[in-house]
């Protein structure tokens, strides 16, 4: 009896760690990453002004694309940002330009053409673009000096996005 009780709990403790364990092995399908991202103004909603500029880094930012030459395959990156970004205010005020280091480096040497204003709420400006398949977003909360900087559309080998969290100064 003894022999039947130790050879049915060696079974029940196989099969739990038969189904367990390969669980807690697994990678997850999803990372989450997390980082300080203090306040770093005043909390007072300042209206951009004009020719205005900002000089910002990129504190989170995260990739997307597809790969029609290789597959089809699914791409997706996201980590820390660290790059250098600049926002400029039209001479109008009715549009805001987002300069990034990767246009700059591949030879846009002028500032990009400005998104155009198109909500304004209380420390929110929302400016938004849309050309064919390609949208442009940038949500600019003017209290903390915050946004988000979105592209999305046909890349040169399938639809693609980003998304930028920007902290100015």
């Given at each position: 009896m003894l022999r039947v009780l130790l050879i049915v709990g060696l079974v029940i403790v196989a099969a739990a760690a038969g189904f367990f364990v390969p669980r807690l092995l697994q990678f997850p399908s999803q990372l989450a990453l997390r980082y300080k991202f203090p306040d770093q103004a005043a909390?007072?909603?300042?209206?951009?002004a004009p020719d205005e500029s900002y000089a910002c880094s990129a504190v989170t930012q995260?990739?997307?694309?597809?790969?029609?030459?290789d597959g089809p395959t699914g791409n997706a990156s996201a980590g820390k940002g660290g790059d250098v970004v600049t926002l400029k205010v039209s001479s109008d005020g009715n549009g805001i330009s987002v300069e990034l280091p990767f246009d700059i480096a591949n030879g846009a040497?002028?500032?990009?053409?400005p998104i155009p204003i198109t909500a304004r709420d209380g420390s929110y400006v929302v400016a938004s673009r849309a050309e064919g398949v390609d949208i442009v977003t940038l949500v600019f909360d003017t209290s903390t000096l915050k946004a988000v900087f979105s592209d999305t559309g046909q890349g040169l080998i399938g639809i693609r996005g980003r998304s930028i969290l920007i902290a100015c100064r």
């Open positions: 909390t007072v909603a300042k209206p951009i995260a990739e997307t694309y597809e790969n029609r030459i040497a002028v500032s990009p053409q």
